[in-house]
């Protein structure tokens, strides 16, 4: 039977709308031009405190250092999707967190004022970095379609941003703030055996890959679970796997270090010459021990011996009832109308060398643009009596035929000033600090841990010694030899093994720096230049 159509019908059909073919050559529909956000801000605000938190639960005093890299991840994590605006709030968050916990031990003398500032100084570098990581996780996706671009790719460029922003916050402005770098809460870690070959940003880099390249591979949704875990286990393997640097030694050294507990601070009320008599006193045990050397503290000597005859007499005094043994110790120096804070070799009664410190620390022993800062802070500017000046002199003694590099306080943490250290062929550093400002704090305690990290970085045993401790002597491999405990009065003796082959990090240390650097801004130009076109979403043939 065949179907009629009526009048009607014929006339609904004919005002009915023509059907749309489908083009299987256009996407059916447009897919996101951005990586969109893993999870809500007020989440990801949330996380940055929490990553502040965990960042500094790596360094000692807690030292449980897998907390470093658990914060470096909640911080990525928050960036990924984000727009400029909101990674800066979550990187300030983060960095004022990480910050505000880390120096607390500002406050102990100097009260809320210099802490808060250094701390929000601190955290808009860490909100600046985390732009640049933001904007490279928004529109990686599209600069780079293929999943092993990504796995492979992203994790690089993230991570030589991280080493980016660590690596200017390190050198300005004013000499820069060196501490608290990620590689920095590894003394005690297995990775901390990268750092003889990478040194402390290759470091740095090491972990913050390792954190991202997670990370990336859990965002590759269409990757098989057993392959992402096994991707993961080879990368962590793979850093773990890093030998240690066999760290050549050639005899010892028979070396001692004094630590006088001195009230050696700087509101400290005491009579000139009481630092000196504590190290006097501290250092009769060693009385009828041979000696090759032995070393005070920054400003254990705090009357000159080159202009106050007591102060020589003393030094004299002590190195005669040693033996005639050098000594080397720290004091203040005022040369014309300059001022130093210098390291003398005092030998057969007199200064047989002296080193000027490489690296005053702003606002503490120098005052930069002090009539700006003195019309906002007065009484904290006007602490600030004296500005010590930049040494420029060479990094080592020659000691009766021992090549002793010299670091005063800060300069441990300054990597040109270590580098250099050892192309002036060091065979141990000398260590010397006055942590007595800080009291009992961390402070000390994350200083001693860059010094062990510097004592693998560079292959040589390390003299820690401070006026208030943490005191130790570290071997090349890290390991401490002997130490005095904080807050004591003691000497701590040991045949300190020598070495004088540089490590590839001493060696290469710069090189490595500007290439992962250069990882990270050739990275980020390329997601920011390349022009991207949506990709199309594969239509589905009815059979």
Same mark, same amino acid.
């Given at each position: 039977?065949?179907?009629?159509? !009526? ?23 447009? +897919? ?9 801000? $007020?989440?990801?605000?949330? &996380? ?15 030292? %449980? %250092? ?16 984000? &727009? $400029? ?6 990187? /300030? ?5 990480? $910050? ?6 500002? =406050? ?27 904007? /490279? ?20 460029? @993230? ?6 922003? #660590? ?29 003889? %070959? ?9 972990? @913050? ?99 106050? +005859? ?35 070799? %005092? ?18 022993? $120098? ?17 600030? =009596? ?37 192309? #002036? ?15 009992? !704090? ?25 006026? /208030? ?12 030899? !002997? ?37 990270? /801004? ?7 230049? !390349? ?13």
């Amino acid at each position: 039977m065949s179907a009629t159509l !009526t009048p009607a019908t014929r006339a609904a059909a004919a005002s009915a709308p023509t059907p749309q073919l489908i083009d299987l050559r256009r996407p059916l529909a447009e +897919p996101q031009r951005f990586t969109r956000p893993l999870m809500p801000l $007020w989440l990801a605000l949330v &996380g940055a405190v929490g990553a502040g938190i965990a960042l500094d639960a790596g360094f000692p005093d807690k030292g %449980w %250092w897998p907390l470093t890299l658990v914060g470096v991840g909640i911080v990525l994590v928050g960036l990924v999707g984000r &727009g $400029w605006g909101s990674a800066f709030l979550i990187g /300030v968050v983060a960095g004022a967190t990480f $910050w505000g916990v880390h120096i607390f031990w500002l =406050t102990l003398y100097l009260g809320p004022i210099p802490w808060l500032g250094l701390s929000g100084f601190e955290a808009v570098y860490f909100g600046l970095g985390s732009i640049l990581i933001a904007l /490279v996780y928004r529109r990686a996706d599209r600069v780079w379609p293929s999943r092993w671009g990504r796995l492979g790719l992203v994790p690089i460029i @993230v991570s030589g941003l991280w080493v980016l922003r #660590e690596g200017i916050n390190s050198i300005a402005p004013y000499g820069g703030f060196s501490w608290g770098r990620v590689a920095m809460s590894q003394s005690e870690s297995p990775f901390a055996d990268i750092v003889a %070959w990478l040194g402390m940003s290759g470091l740095s880099f090491a972990l @913050v890959w390792m954190v991202a390249f997670l990370i990336q591979l859990a965002r590759e949704f269409d990757l098989r679970t057993s392959s992402r875990v096994l991707a993961g286990a080879i990368a962590i393997a793979a850093l773990l796997a890093v030998p240690a640097w066999p760290a050549p030694t050639s005899g010892t050294s028979r070396i001692a270090g004094v630590q006088g507990n001195s009230n050696a601070g700087l509101f400290a009320v005491h009579q000139p010459g009481d630092i000196l008599s504590d190290h006097v006193a501290a250092s009769v045990p060693l009385e009828g021990d041979k000696l090759d050397v032995v070393v005070w503290p920054e400003n254990a000597s705090d009357i000159d011996p080159t202009r106050y +005859p007591v102060a020589a007499e003393t030094l004299d005094s002590v190195s005669r009832s040693l033996g005639g043994v050098p000594i080397v110790v720290g004091t203040i120096q005022q040369r014309g109308d300059k001022v130093y804070n210098t390291s003398l070799l %005092w030998q057969n009664g007199g200064v047989a060398d002296f080193y000027d410190k490489r690296h005053p620390v702003p606002f503490a022993e $120098w005052m930069p643009n002090r009539d700006f800062f003195h019309a906002l802070q007065p009484d904290l500017v006007d602490l600030v =009596t004296r500005d010590y000046e930049f040494g420029g002199t060479d990094l080592t003694f020659d000691i009766n035929g021992l090549i002793a590099g010299i670091s005063i306080c800060f300069d441990i943490t300054d990597d040109a000033v270590m580098r250099e250290m050892s192309d #002036e062929g060091a065979q141990v550093v000398l260590s010397q600090t006055n942590n007595a400002d800080f009291g009992k !704090t961390d402070e000390n305690l994350q200083q001693l841990a860059i010094a062990r990290l510097r004592a693998i970085e560079l292959g040589r045993s390390v003299v820690n010694i401070s006026t /208030v401790g943490t005191s130790q002597i570290i071997g090349p491999d890290g390991r401490t030899i !002997t130490g005095i405990p904080a807050y004591q009065a003691g000497a701590m003796v040991a045949d300190v093994p020598l070495a004088t082959v540089p490590t590839p990090a001493s060696l290469f240390g710069f090189q490595i720096e500007w290439l992962v650097a250069g990882f990270g /801004v050739i990275g980020l130009a390329v997601a920011l230049t !390349t022009r991207t076109s949506p990709r199309p979403v594969k239509a589905r043939r009815r059979s």
